[in-house]
């Protein structure tokens, strides 16, 4: 299985700080994704890293892969109330649908 | 705005009804997904087409029954549910099957209540 599972499940934070997740999957992978869901919403698509890739930017987020460790962590810097939410990683490979695991939700305190 | 429309984004039905969940999509994308997702537990992928055959069914109950009219539009059809299929309904679509550097619009969901 492509499934990728996060860590910590649940993470609060004061608004200003840093927010790390951890993601680790079993298989090889071509990429890694993460997503973000609000409460009772569908998720959102944040950023893509490639297999070949280690570290991405994007806005305020940074994701680094290492896949000798089958590994990927999202790291928010200087977080904000409105960052709250659950976020999701998905392993990609070949031609297999993506598969989520159960998030880490974050709360982030004004 | 993801592109991908869900109704009704509530249902609340009894167990020996008969409902339909409806998605849609206006990105021109060819892959269209159903997802479950229930408290404390992983996101399920429950049905997959690809250019509106159905590739993937990932031993869902036969009470869920999935329709893909066109590239734009997918159902999923229910019947004699049972309380634990009580959860978010989550369609989502990909410009190919998933393949390599896909990644997925999702719609808001459905809240399905099941009593």
């Known amino acids: 299985s492509q499934q990728g599972e996060e860590d910590p499940q649940a993470l609060s934070i004061q608004e200003g700080e840093n927010a790390t997740m951890n993601c680790s999957y079993k298989t090889s992978i071509n990429n890694l994704q993460w997503y973000r869901q609000n409460s009772g919403r569908g998720l959102v698509h944040l950023i893509l890293i490639r297999s070949n890739e280690r570290e991405k930017h994007s806005g305020r987020l940074r994701v680094t892969l290492d896949t000798s460790k089958k590994s990927s962590s999202l790291l928010i810097t200087a977080s904000r109330a409105a960052d709250t939410a659950s976020y999701f990683c998905?392993?990609?490979?070949?031609?297999?649908?993506?598969?989520f695991g159960k998030g880490t939700r974050l709360s982030v305190i004004a | 705005e993801t592109g991908v429309t869900q109704t009704p984004r509530h249902l609340v039905m009894g167990m020996t009804n008969k409902k339909s969940l409806k998605c849609e999509q206006h990105?021109?994308?060819?892959?269209m997904y159903w997802y479950k997702q229930s408290a404390k537990k992983p996101l399920e992928l429950m049905f997959v087409?690809?250019?509106?055959?159905?590739?993937e069914n990932n031993s869902v109950p036969s009470r869920f029954s999935p329709e893909c009219p066109n590239s734009s539009h997918l159902f999923l059809h229910l019947h004699t549910l049972q309380p634990e299929d009580s959860a978010l309904y989550l369609c989502a679509s990909s410009p190919f099957p998933q393949g390599v550097n896909e990644k997925l619009f999702f719609g808001s969901g459905t809240q399905l209540s099941v009593l």
């Open positions: 087409y690809n250019f509106k055959e159905q590739t």
């Open positions: 998905a392993a990609g490979g070949g031609n297999t649908p993506l598969v």
């Open positions: 990105l021109g994308h060819n892959a």
